[in-house]
């Protein structure tokens, strides 16, 4: 077993970095170098956070000998090359949801993943280390208890609560409010990668084929904006990122389908959920607690209820209508609305009280929860071999990795064109790098089939 874990390079200074970076502490990982947009930016994150080395200079965190891990979380436009070049000098990357704004912008990463097999290169899609998800994927494809999968129906509602709700709360923000959370960024460009589709869309798309085993072929959907400007966004800027997104997928060959909607138009608290039909039964997974009912059952089952959620309710005093024999005599939507601002974060960072706090109010609690269970596997893949570059595969076996994000990526893609086109758009994966010039291009081909 290593007795040193690795050092960390971050880079960006998003919500879930400022999340990420107490829980790598939490698990014994140091974070040595941290790498901003602006000096000012880097200075005041790295001052908040207790990071000895910030800069806006890649290379500076890249060649820094004590980093020997990456994790990315930045504008996405520019997090495939940063994940590339990391791979190129032999550093293991992690990059979060959204990685780029097309499929295309992250053919860079997965092209450097294939040429460095053995360094890790995953996404930061904690939703896959979920208990519940854990659980939800086993009795579908191992034990069979839904049967054949026929439909899936997925539901996420947020207003101000979500990480891309920040454009709402920009209209309420008073004098006190950041710059950095109220002026003008990525979230609002759908160009650089910002939008309901990419920033949650994204992570669905890929539970639904982690758990159901099943991809998209087909899609059709229609993408809207509808908070153009704020009290802070206006004059001649815009925002292009969508805010409402609902569509159709047809998974596999064999008829299956998923219909999607993200609203982040309705106000309270972030509700997600995730439901899976079969020829024998259902489960859905409401915020980090799996259900499930049997089509013979007249009632639902709670088969994994979070335990971090009945923990932060007994520390605000309240039992929260649930026994200690784990019955429970609350809906889920209401169990839900109370827990989906407060995981657990006891076993955090010390100063978790100050540092995740404005966290909770952006990042979904089933999110966070599981972030935390993935930087845990991380660390044991890393404290499991005694090789300094080295790292087991298996605790990390449910990861995502740049194949899965490229996968994803293209399935957004055919959502957007199918949006705009208003019809259903075939979903093709295709890992060549398209043309700097097309048009140049076809000239050159017309002209070399004119001398023959």
């Known amino acids: 077993m290593r007795n040193m874990l690795p050092g960390v390079g971050v880079f960006g200074n998003t919500p879930a970095m400022r999340c990420y970076i107490p829980i790598l502490k939490s698990c014994g990982l140091e974070v040595v170098a941290l790498w901003a947009r602006t000096t000012e930016e880097a200075k005041q994150m790295s001052e908040e956070l207790d990071i000895p080395l910030f800069t806006t200079d890649v290379d500076k965190v890249l060649l820094d000998r004590r980093v020997d891990l990456v994790v990315i979380s930045c504008s996405p436009h520019i997090q495939a090359h940063i994940a590339a070049k990391a791979l190129g000098i032999g550093k293991h990357v992690l990059c979060s949801l959204p990685s780029g704004p097309r499929s295309r912008d992250t053919l860079p990463m997965v092209h450097a993943s294939r040429y460095y097999p053995r360094l890790m290169s995953l996404m930061c899609n904690g939703l896959r280390f979920l208990p519940s998800v854990v659980k939800m994927r086993r009795l579908v494809q191992e034990l069979g208890f839904v049967g054949t999968v026929t439909v899936c129906e997925v539901n996420v509602h947020y207003g101000s609560s979500g990480i891309l709700g920040q454009k709402q709360l920009l209209k309420k923000a008073g004098s006190n409010a950041s710059q950095s959370t109220t002026a003008y960024d990525w979230t609002c460009d759908e160009a650089m990668g910002g939008g309901v589709l990419n920033m949650y869309g994204g992570m669905v798309v890929d539970l639904l084929s982690h758990v159901t085993g099943l991809r998209a072929t087909r899609v059709q959907g229609l993408v809207r904006t509808y908070v153009r400007q704020t009290e802070r966004v206006s004059g001649i800027r815009e925002i292009t990122s969508d805010d409402f997104c609902c569509f159709q997928m047809e998974l596999g060959m064999d008829g299956a389908c998923a219909t999607v909607t993200l609203n982040s138009q309705v106000p309270g ?28 059952r007249m009632k639902e089952d709670l088969l994994h209820f979070d335990p971090a959620s009945l923990k932060d309710v007994e520390a605000l005093g309240g039992g929260g209508g649930i026994s200690s024999s784990g019955s429970n005599t609350q809906s889920g939507d209401e169990r839900n609305a109370e827990f989906s601002t407060t995981p657990n974060t006891t076993s955090l960072h010390p100063n978790n009280s100050t540092i995740l706090s404005p966290i909770l109010q952006t990042m979904p609690a089933p999110y ?24 087991c595969p298996e605790p990390l076996a449910d990861a995502a ?37 097309p048009f140049l291009s076809t000239a050159m081909r017309r002209s070399t089939f004119s001398l023959h």
């Open 368 to 391: 966070l929860k599981g972030v935390v269970h993935m930087l845990e596997c991380v660390r044991d893949a890393f404290q499991q071999v005694e090789e300094k570059q080295g790292w």
């Open 401 to 437: 990795n740049f194949e899965d994000c490229f996968y994803v990526q293209t399935v957004l893609d055919s959502v957007r064109t199918a949006s705009k086109n208003r019809q259903s758009v075939k979903v093709v994966l295709t890992d060549s790098e398209p043309e700097p010039n």
């Open 269 to 296: 608290p972030f509700l997600q959920e995730i439901t899976v039909v079969g020829t024998l039964g259902r489960l859905t997974l409401r915020g980090a607690d799996l259900y499930g009912q049997k089509h013979d």
